[in-house]
Nanobody, 122 residues
Framework: EVQFVESGGGLVQAGGSLRLSCIAS????????IGWFRQAPGKEREGISC????????YHADSVKGRFTISRDNIKNTAYLEMNSLKPEDTAAYYC???????????????WGQGTQVTVSS
């Protein structure tokens, strides 16, 4: 069974930092690109950061570029999202997923974790 367990969210003031973690199981972690998504109230889920399998190339949406950093530890089957200079508009539930490719953020499995809530106060 494919599972994702996200953690590390919380309440932080604008300008602060958080580090999210995503522990994956049920598939060969090394073989997949891994993406982070977020969903704000009343909005669709959007892919914001991705790291490829193999060489670990990273991609970030313009809205988080320069502030967020994605990384992965294939030994621990874990992906991370380092978030700095947080803004109130970053407030959302954050999820991770294995992807078919970073190019379109299309999930490889029909499975989502419970997510971790990030709230940024102004």
């Amino acid at each position: 069974e494919v599972q994702f367990v996200e953690s590390g969210g919380g309440l932080v003031q604008a300008g602060g930092s958080l580090r999210l973690s995503c522990i994956a199981s049920g598939f060969t972690f090394d073989d997949y690109d891994i993406g982070w998504f977020r969903q704000a109230p009343g909005k669709e889920r959007e892919g914001i950061s991705c790291i490829s399998s193999g060489v670990g190339s990273t991609y970030h949406a313009d809205s988080v570029k320069g502030r967020f950093t994605i990384s992965r530890d294939n030994i621990k089957n874990t992906a991370y999202l380092e978030m700095n200079s947080l803004k109130p508009e970053d407030t959302a539930a954050y999820y991770c997923a294995a992807l078919k490719t970073c190019w379109d953020y299309y999930p490889a499995f029909d499975s989502w974790g419970q997510g971790t809530q990030v709230t940024v106060s102004s």
